[in-house]
């Protein structure tokens, strides 16, 4: 039987998307309900994880940046109560398969590798804001850079747009990269210029089951769970 009162629904960031499908066999026989994933992306507009929250759309638990998760619990959109760090996430870069690989080796190559890229796709989340207002500024190339850069909105990774020929490099979190088709040299940028974001999650405040919610955020926090997050690409808060 399926409905409302049986499910159990996630919202989360495209960063940890990858590592939540997996668990979810897990996730279904911890809450002996059905799993929905309501959204996979931040997302733009009014599909945004934040304007659903707002409108006060039902779901369980939302896992997203802890930055953006500190805001919604601000906003009483995400309870305080119940808040649990599950990851890191880095940053990287990826062309579409058959190119040749960018130099990401020092600052000076980054600079370079953005300079000399025909268009570069990022994302709506945090590390499309790092390149937007940070990295670029840092490196001293936002007017030739930003000019023709593309914000990938709905939900879509950036990685499909490179894949599709329709940018040549793409800039997103390490695991909203791996599981895309298509694209290669998935490369970090290198350790004077990466930002590293901690990925939480939370109970909505719309939540019917905040109980439950809170018992599985628990167990996202395990070390049960820590292999699956490494697969995907992060590293995993428990343990470390």
């Known amino acids: ?57 039902v779901t369980d638990i939302v896992i997203v940046a802890d930055d953006l998760l500190r805001r919604f619990i601000e906003e009483g959109v995400v309870l305080a109560e119940g808040r649990m760090p599950l990851a890191r996430s880095s940053i990287g870069i990826a062309v579409r398969a058959g190119a040749p690989k960018p130099d990401m080796s020092s600052s000076d190559a980054v600079r370079r590798t953005l300079l000399q890229a025909k268009s570069i796709a990022y994302s709506a989340s945090v590390s499309g804001q790092y390149l937007t207002t940070e990295l670029c500024q840092q490196l001293g190339i936002a007017d030739q850079v930003l000019s023709k850069s ?52 939370g109970v909505a405040a719309s939540s019917p089951n905040a109980d439950l919610a809170r018992s599985v955020i628990k167990f996202l926090a395990s070390a049960e769970t820590a292999l699956a997050i490494a697969r995907s690409g992060l590293e995993p808060i428990a343990g470390s």
């Open 150 to 201: 593309r914000l990938i909105g709905g939900g879509e990774r950036t990685g499909a747009v490179v894949a599709r020929g329709e940018a040549e490099i793409a800039f997103q979190q390490m695991s909203e990269l791996l599981p895309v088709p298509g694209i290669a040299h998935i490369t970090p940028l290198p350790p004077e210029l990466q930002k590293v974001a901690v990925f939480s999650a």
């Open 1 to 57: 039987m399926t409905g409302p009162l049986n499910d159990f629904t996630v919202m989360t960031s495209g960063a940890f998307t990858a590592a939540h499908l997996e668990l979810i066999p897990q996730l279904e026989r911890l809450t002996k309900k059905k799993i929905v994933t309501a959204t996979t992306s931040v997302g733009t507009g009014e599909s945004s994880i934040a304007n659903r929250l707002k409108r006060g759309e």
